[in-house]
């Protein structure tokens, strides 16, 4: 993950917005994803955005990629309590198989 | 659609001894599966890719011939922790490529396996 940087912690308050930062390094990054892990379960698919995208929008979820500046983010609109989780950004490498996944970010929402 | 299914779920050993963790897709054929390593609050860190029959590919600094990966079909890879000892402890994960026909796009986790050697 140390090519894939995101802020540790984010404490929002419940129905307000939450922004999750993450920068990148490698220029080669064909797909970005942003992933959600719950305590001790493994990781939740949430969305991607091909790297050809600015902004992709799903439901509560808004992703926003600068990739002349490397910068990926996810907006959660009118974030919930069930949103507490760690969320994970990861780079698919081109011509790799490989996710590199960035250092987690844990959101906490409170009431 | 595109479900993996990882057990145990958690294991806990002696040391010296071996654990077998399994990764199976339920309804999807997986050419590639992917074993992950996450220490507590941290990120996860991939040991290595497995295709199906043919050997892995270990990232650097990972000992394959202490984390031993099997891919000998399309649906099943394991991941054996040979001679455990407590710094082995941690929680593994295996992810497999979703076939581009699917409806999602990219990779499956599943749902991890803690491994504690006392």
């Known amino acids: 993950g140390e090519d894939v940087e995101q802020s540790l912690f984010l404490s929002v308050r419940e129905g307000d917005s939450s922004v999750i930062n993450c920068t990148y390094t490698d220029s080669s990054s064909t797909y970005l994803y942003w992933y959600k892990q719950e305590p001790g379960a493994g990781l939740q698919l949430l969305t991607y955005?091909?790297?050809?995208?600015d902004m992709k929008q799903d439901q509560r979820l808004t992703v926003l990629l600068n990739k002349k500046d490397k910068h990926l983010s996810l907006r959660i609109a009118d974030t919930q309590t069930g949103d507490s989780a760690i969320y994970f950004c990861?780079?698919?490498?081109?011509?790799?198989?490989?996710?590199?996944f960035g250092t987690g970010t844990r959101l906490q929402v409170f009431p | 659609g595109a479900v993996v299914s990882q057990h145990p779920s958690w294991v806990i050993c002696k040391s010296g001894t071996s654990v077998k963790i399994e990764c199976r897709s339920l309804?999807?054929?997986?050419?590639?599966m992917f074993w992950y390593r996450q220490f507590p609050k941290q990120s996860l860190m991939l040991m290595a890719t497995s295709n199906e029959g043919s050997k892995a590919t270990y990232e650097q600094g990972v000992e394959k011939d202490k984390f031993l990966i099997n891919h000998a079909s399309l649906t099943l890879s394991t991941l054996t922790v040979t001679s455990a000892h407590p710094e082995d402890s941690s929680f593994y994960i295996c992810?497999?490529?979703?076939?581009?026909?699917?409806?999602?796009?990219?990779?499956?986790f599943g749902s991890g396996t803690r491994l504690t050697v006392v």
């Open positions: 309804d999807f054929q997986a050419t590639t």
């Open positions: 955005i091909f790297s050809n995208m």
């Open positions: 990861a780079d698919h490498r081109e011509n790799t198989d490989k996710l590199i």
């Open positions: 992810s497999a490529s979703i076939p581009a026909t699917g409806v999602d796009y990219g990779y499956t």
